[in-house]
Each structure stands twice: as structure tokens, then as C-alpha cells.
């Protein structure tokens, strides 16, 4: 199992730095690497082991011994130079999950070919998250594939006070509504017996078009 194994950060910009606070918070052991002194400084109070060290140097790598770690990530934005060259090195030293941050898809297709296990594309995800969200009347947006979405929504007015089985709302949207939260409540699994009210917020998961549509009619 590779769940809460440790894990090396490398780039502590904001990204980098609030992942590996983030993890470490969840429990998680974190090497956080980066080659700027002030940056790892101000870290070390923060962070139990936060290295000065430059992450293109594959023998600086070694005496780190991040060979031995089995998930890493590449925080490293600004430089894409050092991105792409951490990345490969990582690669080169058979660890065998890596992520990396990409700040374009072409940066991301670069590293995707060198050895990068999963691509992540901050600034373009949150900027498709929040159009999302400010032209519609989702109350929350994630995309989970290339073409689901899971959304937060209220219910729309046709399916508020008739169990969600007698909606008939998988043949007419194709979406499912997969939880549901009441007033004062937490969320709850939604089931065919489940009645929607005004006031509810519902999780509602499907195709990104269909889900928008259904939003729509909020």
C-alpha cells in the first residue's frame, strides 16, 4: 500500500510550501526540498525536515536519498528548465510515483513523457473551476475526468417533494444525485426513497454538460 508513505516535496513556492504543510498536517512524513536558503528557512519551524539542496543534481538527490521514496512530487513552476529536469531525474532514480506541476499543456505533454506519473495544472484548473462557478448557479465544481464533473447545487424545483426514484432524473439528465444535505444537517447518502426540499443542497454527479444543464434549472 502506498497511502501516508513519506513523501519528497520539491519546490517550495506557494504551491509546494502549502502542500507539504498540508500533508504534514494530515500526518504524513515530508522531505520539502528547495535550492533558495530564505525559502527553507522560514519553513523550519514549520516543516521537520526542510533541506537546502539543488534537486537537479542527481548526486545531491542520492545523498538525500530520495531513490528510497516511493511517491514525489515536483512543485517547481517558475522554472521550467529545473521542472523538467528534476522530473527526468526523478525518473532516472526509479521512484515510481511522481507528480509534477505543470504551468502549461505543453510543459505538461514534456513531462508526461519523461516519467511523470500525474500532472497537475493549478492555476488552469482553478481558473475552469471558477467559470464554472460564476456562470452558473453551481455552489461548488470538481472534475474528476476528462468529461464528469461532480457539482454542488440546490434542487431544482421539479424534483423538490417526490422521492428522487419517481424523478425519473437519470433518464431525463443523466446525472445522479449522489448525496444530499439538509438544513442544519451533514450530508447523507442519497437513496430512491430520499425526498428533496427547498433549502437542500445536493451533490449531483455525471457528464459535465448534463450536470451544468441540470444547474441550470436550479
Known sequence: ????????????????????????????????????????????????????ADATDIDALRELGVEEFYRAVVAIGGDLEASILTTSLLAELEVEDIWAKAVTHQHKRILERIGASHIVLPEHDMGERVAHLVSGRMLDYIEVDEDFALIKTRPPKEIVGIPLGETRLRSKYGVTVVSVKSVDEP????????????????????????????????
Open 187 to 218: 450530508f447523507t447518502y442519497a437513496t430512491a426513497d430520499t425526498v428533496l426540499q427547498y433549502g437542500d443542497v445536493i451533490l449531483v454527479a455525471g457528464p459535465i454538460a448534463k450536470v451544468e444543464r441540470l444547474a441550470d434549472r436550479t
Open 1 to 52: 500500500m502506498a497511502e501516508n508513505l513519506p513523501v519528497v516535496v520539491i519546490g517550495m513556492g506557494r504551491f509546494g510550501s502549502a502542500l507539504a504543510l498540508e500533508l504534514a498536517r494530515r500526518g504524513t512524513e515530508v522531505l520539502a526540498i528547495d535550492n533558495r536558503p530564505k525559502i527553507v528557512q522560514a519553513l523550519s519551524g514549520r516543516l521537520t525536515h526542510v533541506i537546502t
